[in-house]
């Protein structure tokens, strides 16, 4: 395809985006659950038809030489097709958002005012190799009344598109609007580029995937961009803490589950407590085969094999059984680092003091901010909010977990009996 | 300056921004509202100095022919400042919305979580020529714990800083944090541009001024931009209208102050009762000397001078005594007219008929949608939102008058006394 062919393509694609996104807006809660569970059973009868095109993706990824973790990531077989489907389910039965009413209130003149909560319109997700973000994505897009525009990395192209099919076939059987949910057929890579321009129909574009993704998008997008970028998370040991607390939330965060954004990266020790608190974490952490690399106080004190800490580690997600480990002096030098090095995610703070801890609560410039808990726990699921698309961290809009009220805008609606505005007043829209 | 000097200081100014930001998190509602009192005061005790800056900008706006209409905005005289001064103090007594809990629930898990408000952090502020908005916005962010970048329009540029100092110098003898409130003190072009590359440091962009401004800001910001672009608001007369109020509200929307955003710019009529309103509104649209540009039927019926309507009509802010007119075939077509032709500002539909009139309010795609009264209630003051910083045209994080809470973000506080992590569950976060 030419340049002129693709821009063409995607523009039309919004076009149609955007008129489908009219008629969602008056689809009822109860009409958008029937057609989300259409799409779950067309999910699992389609299986073979998924699976098939997924050996496709697997086959070249081979040919190509992926590595074992992104095949991994590519991979479907029944039971994550079934996941699938149960997924779609369960976002059936959460709670419809749009219509809520989220203030209400009468002025003096009589004119009664309804912020009430709507779709955002349209939104294009930019994803790469998992194709079961196809399926995630478009359901709570759609549950909220937004139309979507999903583009997903070349290596699951058949996959993305099988999934796309059931879930637009098995939709319609009961009233999806046609081009509610449209996958980008080719794999250009300037399709990112057209996206990025359109935003004429395009409200908001949310790319799912590394840094290296999120940048592209954010240095070419017209459209505001939700961005879901690194955690690095930190777990600060203050000198009023619990250390036995300290020793199992400094575990859990790092080791429950590495490869994800909320695991623990860089613990932070008040230096009060280094030569009780360092030797005894140090001695848990290895007995998980967690690799440490720790400052000069830390080396001195750990007992265990460490390595020594460069500058940046302190900048670094690593997903993995390493952690960094920095003695601080008290809550302040802790705060300090947090807001400098990390990535306004996920913090916690392991103490008993509480105007320790509600400083450290207040000033800590994260998402989520926790006072003795692990930070694993900062998940839309473990918030009880259902599914999520992502955490969030901008701090416009969304910020943290984003679940189905994230994708949501909201309007005023104002109930009058014919006033007449009679004072002046300058609004400042007009410099 | 070189463009690297430039920079540099730019960049500078945004470390020094992000210093305060930390800062001012931790004033309370009562200190800022006593450092907005001093600034107050301070514009009021530095009239003739900032009269005198004004005056050499007005010198130059002679020298170099801007218009009266540019050089209306960009004169102070000292109601004009008085009315700066009194703006703060009125600031400074609305309810401060940093640290409200929004929402606050507990997990059968015993964590108790707080969804909080807070400050955005640093914002960036790009206006035009008139002086008065270094006040209002810095005001507003500074209230609401935010540190502001200033870049004003190079005419209002010594009025500008003899603001700001009014500002800094005063809020300072009441613990003003150093550096919330800064000024670009030079007026080179280029720092727009590094303003837009500078998301380290800058949260949010808010572009004050007309469409080109905008435009060349969301062509090259990296972070968040806040958009308040055109007002092309409508009313829709139904044929269930009454059509007294109906005249009254066409004449208020266009005629009360025909400058501003929410003035309205095109009246569609339901063909149903176009033989009988027509003629009426024309006349009585003609008496309060606005120029008619209508469509056939229009211009047949309305027994007045009238001009035919061009496509382009139907897409122009015209912030003047005139006004364009089209018949439809009901709400229908007039929804579709407003959601392919409006700015999705402020919209209006008068009618007696609840069904038609819930179908126009949910439909029409605009932060503001009245139903029986005039478009130009559309504004913060009006909304009782005290002061506001403009009128939103985006969907996401702020949609219409944008007031304090506007300038709030959030974050999640989670109080645990121990909690781990114990059931696999992969935040979708890691693609």
Redesign the interface.
Known sequence: MTSDEIRSAIFHMGEQARAAS?VL??LSANQKNEILLAMADAVLAREKEILEANALDMAAAVEVGLSSAMQD?LRLDPQRVAAMAQGIREVADLHDPVGEVLRE?T?PNG?R?QKKRTP??VIGII????PN?TA?AAVLCFKTGNATILRGGKEAIHSNRAIAAALQEGGATKGLPENSIQLIPFTDRESVRYLCEM?KYL??LIP???AGLIETV??MA?M???K?YD?ICHVYVDRSA?LD?AV??VV?SKV??P????ALETLLVDRQIAETFIPRVAEALTEKNVELRGDEIFRSLAGVDTKPAEESDWRTEY?DYILSVKSVDGVGEAIDHI?HYGSHHTDTIVASDSTTAERF???V??????????T?????????FGA????ST????A???MGLEELC??????????????V????????
């Open positions: 009219r807006t008056t990531r209130w002025r004119i005012l955002i319109g994803f790469e190799s998992r973000v995630d935003d409200d908001v799912r995937g590394g954010v240095s017209r505001p961009v939700i879901h955690g619990d607390m199992s939330i859990n429950q589950k490869s994800v954004c909320n997903l807001n609560l207040l000033e410039d994260s998402a989520c901010v926790f006072w003795n808990a692990s694993r726990f900062a998940d839309g699921g473990e918030f009880g999520e698309i992502g955490i901008d701090k416009l809009h910020r943290g977990p805008s909201y309007k005023y609606l104002i109930y009058g009996d014919g006033q007449l505005r009679g002046s007043y300058e609004p400042p829209c007009t410099p």
